[in-house]
């Protein structure tokens, strides 16, 4: 799924506006752009993104898409000024990231599903080397074992 069209980098800027950036050619960069960003979402959001993708992330993509275009159609040209051209777009994509991930913004989209977290019981584990143990034993066991379990499995009573 593509976050961006072909477009919105184009009109990124004048040079990528020519008969060398066909929409093929531009769609690989946002592909590998794609890639990179659900990466980075995926501890965070249900990937990939349902239709219709946030603005921010469309602008995230596109940016992403231009500096990678940049950094590979002007690495052998000696005009100097594309290499830090594809800094800006490369930060400007990095910084809104941050925000959006440092503030949550994209919780706000009915679209955008927050990923579950990954979350195994935490229990503490204790045992006893005594192969036959008394009843005392057994019962400290059994209510350091229910104090332990996580609060959402602790519906049992008091033992």
Not at 116 to 126: C, L, S, W, Y
Request: glycine residues 2%; neutral net charge; aromatic residues 8%.
């Amino acid at each position: 799924m593509s976050y961006c069209l072909p477009s919105d980098v184009t009109a990124l800027n004048k040079l990528f506006q020519t008969t060398t950036f066909t929409d093929a050619y531009v769609q690989t960069f946002i592909n590998k752009a794609v890639a990179r960003l659900n990466n980075l979402l995926q501890p965070h959001y249900v990937i990939p993104l349902a239709d219709p993708v946030p603005p921010i992330i469309n602008s995230i993509v596109a940016d992403m898409a231009a500096s990678l275009l940049c950094q590979t159609h002007f690495s052998g040209v000696n005009y100097r000024e594309n290499t830090p051209m594809a800094e800006v777009y490369r930060k400007r994509a990095e910084s809104d990231l941050e925000h959006v991930l440092t503030n949550s913004t994209l919780d706000d989209f009915e679209n955008v599903v927050k990923q579950q977290p990954d979350v195994p019981e935490m229990r503490r584990a204790v045992a006893s080397t005594t192969p036959h143990q008394n009843q005392h034993m057994k019962g400290r066991l059994k209510r350091f074992n229910w104090a332990t379990q996580s609060p959402l499995s602790n519906v049992r009573e008091w033992p």
